[in-house]
């Protein structure tokens, strides 16, 4: 929460929680409920080479890329997996040239796949980037009191993994968020409207 005398900082929406009797959890509207954000800094060469978010999208959905908000130093590969918390296989995959970004603090940076990824609801998916240099590439994650403070950003469906190899882990418990989600064009199957969103970003 804002610290100093009260009202001092009056351009600032409280970061509260509110918790109803029956558990619900609400938040106002433009808070920010995390405690932190602070930055992760990897690249080939580290132990752990793949960061970024575990995504369960609610409705079917077609992925066509991936957003991050990151630092490129170097060649990154923007990647959609599919099981990731399983047997992770990549879907799609976007591979970022440094050349042709124009600034290592590009970020947002959209990343589009040559063709999208049909998606089912609640299917489990994960959106990562991988440095493919020693270079590094540099990207904000927030860091929450609680697993389930989540929900006060598109939903507790999502939080931060990463790997060496094999299956994704849950990083901090569930507690953190990387700036890294999906472009998502969303259908609803039952004849209704259509939209599109950006889910964990």
């Known amino acids: ?19 109803a009797s029956d ?15 602070t930055t992760q800094t990897w690249s080939s060469a580290d132990t752990i080479k793949e960061y970024g978010n575990l995504i369960i999208p ?19 590969d923007a990647i959609l997996y599919s099981d990731p918390l399983g047997t992770p296989f990549a879907q799609k995959t976007k591979s970022i040239d440094l050349n042709t970004i124009g600034s290592a ?17 609640g299917q489990s998916l994960a959106a990562i980037a991988k440095p493919t240099t020693s270079t590094s590439i540099q990207m904000d994650y927030k860091t929450f009191a609680a697993a389930s403070h989540q929900s006060s950003e598109s939903g507790s469906n999502g939080y931060a993994i990463n790997r060496n190899t094999g299956a994704f882990a ?6 953190d968020r990387f700036g890294i989600g999906l ?17 964990c970003g």
């Open 1 to 19: 929460m804002t610290t100093g005398a009260v009202y001092s900082n009056t351009n600032q929406v409280p970061n509260v929680v509110i918790v």
């Open 23 to 37: 558990g619900t959890l609400g938040y106002f509207f433009g808070g920010y409920v995390a405690n932190s954000a």
């Open 183 to 199: 472009l998502v064009g969303a259908f609803d199957s039952g004849g209704g409207g259509s939209f599109s969103a950006v889910i």
């Open 170 to 175: 849950a990083q901090n418990s569930q507690k």
């Open 105 to 121: 603090t590009a970020g947002p940076y959209p990343a589009l796949f040559s063709s999208p990824y049909s998606a089912s609801a």
């Open 58 to 76: 609610p409705v079917p959905v077609k992925v066509y890329g991936l957003i991050l908000n990151a630092a490129f130093f170097g060649n990154t």
